[in-house]
């Protein structure tokens, strides 16, 4: 309260009196006086600055109550997307903390895709799933948080335009490649078996070499190797992307796996 509003009632009693002039005001009044040994009350205040200190600690209360009231952050006051997200993954939530595969085929239904469809890796990439055919309720949520999607309809507009630019970039699809070797092998095996790298590869690279469909061919016609290692795996991706379809340009100097060579031997006595 500042000093200008803050006089006593009896200043302005006084001022009103001698701005107008009243017949009461004329009369001769004998106002009594104290005795001059008269003691004021020591709980009355004795200047204006004292009963301004008097009323600063209320108007500090009324602050401090005002200050900590709960103040709405934007994410409350535009719609809290992280709870979105969680709403998902409990209308698809079918396992204790996961979507499993009854649930998996539901959100496939929803978004209008095939389960097999590659657009759901591409998914399983971005949410850096462990498991084929499960996303944790962590994995959803901070996958979804991470590429800003709190919706289905977002989810569907992301699996048919930026999932399919990110298999078309050289360097992300290496990544994605590379992910579907650990997604789809069990536990801690080192290793792919064979019927599920043959289903994988012809899921990622049917579209991509024209090695791919021979390659399938020599793995399932083959009795020596039973699995793929990550090795195996990974050069067989720059194999196809690097190597002519008549093979003109195969080093066999070059560090190819010995399956690769096995390949090449394979293909030139199908086709002389």
Known sequence: M??????????????N?????????????????????ATPPSNLPTSVSQVETKKAPVEETKKETKDRSPKKKPEQE??????????????????ENAIGPAGMEKLCKDLGVN???????????????????????????????????????????????TFKEDLKNATTFKEIFKFAFSFAKEGDRKYL?????????????????????????????????????????MNFLDFAKTVNEDFSNY??????PVMLDEYVLWAKEKSP
């Open 115 to 161: 389960p097999e469809d590659i657009s759901v890796l591409v998914l399983a990439y971005h949410l850096d799933a462990k498991e084929m055919g499960y996303f944790t309720r962590e994995e959803f949520c901070k996958g979804l948080q991470k590429i800003n999607c709190d919706n289905l309809n977002k989810l569907k507009s992301l699996m048919s335009s």
């Open 193 to 233: 078996e064979l019927p599920t790298a043959v289903a994988m590869l012809s899921l990622l690279l049917t579209d991509q070499s024209p090695h791919t469909t021979r390659f399938l061919e020599f793995l399932q016609e083959q009795t020596s190797y039973k699995a793929l290692n990550l090795d195996q795996w």
């Open 2 to 15: 500042g000093n200008g509003g803050s006089r006593r009632k009896g200043s302005n009693v006084n001022k």
């Open 251 to 256: 080093d066999e100097n070059a560090a190819w």
């Open 17 to 37: 009196n001698t701005d107008v002039a009243s017949p009461r005001s004329q009369r001769s009044v004998t106002t009594p006086v104290p005795p001059s040994n």
């Open 78 to 95: 535009a719609g809290n997307p992280h709870k979105k997200i969680e709403e998902l993954f409990l209308q698809y939530k079918d396992e």
